[in-house]
T-cell receptor
Framework: AQTVTQSQPEMSVQEAETVTLSCTYDTSESDYYLFWYKQPPSRQMILVIRQEAYKQQNATENRFSVNFQKAAKSFSLKISDSQLGDAAMYFCAYTPRGGATNKLIFGTGTLLAVQP | DSGVTQTPKHLITATGQRVTLRCSPRSGDLSVYWYQQSLDQGLQFLIQYYNGEERAKGNILERFSAQQFPDLHSELNLSSLELGDSALYFC??????????????FGSGTRLTVV
């Protein structure tokens, strides 16, 4: 079964500092997509970053970057220069590229607090 | 505004009742996914429709049903409601059935409270 694990229920970071959120996943597929979604108190699910498994280069979106280790099935999110607006629940998610279904499989989330 | 519209935003109803949640996908998207987010279960996939046809089914109870109409909007019907059905219900849409290729866009959710 395909699963996504986020082992850090809560994290805290000082404003302007860097924080890394961990995510591991389990799959027998060789081609898939990985995502990080942000859910602020408004509850809206916002896409932060997306990684294609067949691309070795780590995805980057402004202050957000990932460390994708395919062999280790690890997909961590690094937030640089943390801002108060980054405080939210962060979900790691996986979907296979092919197959009968392309549903998103989510981890349990990491609640990030940003201290001023 | 993500482009995915969910109505209503909030719903309070009594146990045993039936409700309908509505989702209009982003313009051009053919695939609709329903998710349930509860405190103890996290984000659970319920069902996916693609261009009017059911594509995949997840942890959806028999009391729940869904459909996608010709104009591509989707409805999730929840019946014989129980207290445990209280949750945030999300709809997401994607251009194709293979959502990962083009990404998923989420609506703002419907908060269902069963009392």
């Amino acid at each position: 079964a395909q699963t996504v694990t986020q082992s850090q229920p809560e994290m805290s970071v000082q404003e302007a500092e860097t924080v890394t959120l961990s995510c591991t996943y389990d799959t027998s597929e060789s081609d898939y997509y990985l995502f990080w979604y942000k859910q602020p108190p408004s509850r809206q699910m916002i896409l932060v970053i997306r990684q294609e498994a067949y691309k070795q280069q780590n995805a980057t979106e402004n202050r957000f970057s990932v460390n994708f280790q395919k062999a280790a099935k690890s997909f961590s999110l690094k937030i640089s220069d943390s801002q108060l607006g980054d405080a939210a629940m962060y979900f790691c998610a996986y979907t296979p590229r092919g197959g009968a279904t392309n549903k998103l499989i989510f981890g349990t989330g990491t609640l990030l607090a940003v201290q001023p | 505004d993500s482009g995915v519209t969910q109505t209503p935003k909030h719903l309070i109803t009594a146990t045993g009742q039936r409700v309908t949640l509505r989702c209009s996908p982003r313009s051009g998207d053919l695939s609709v996914y329903w998710y349930q987010q509860s405190l103890d279960q996290g984000l659970q996939f319920l069902i996916q429709y693609y261009n009017g046809e059911e594509r995949a089914k997840g942890n959806i109870l028999e009391r729940f049903s869904a459909q996608q109409f010709p104009d591509l909007h989707s409805e999730l019907n929840l019946s014989s409601l129980e207290l445990g059905d209280s949750a945030l219900y999300f709809c997401a849409s994607s251009l194709s059935a293979a959502g990962g290729i083009y990404g998923y866009t989420f609506g703002s959710g419907t908060r269902l409270t069963v009392v």
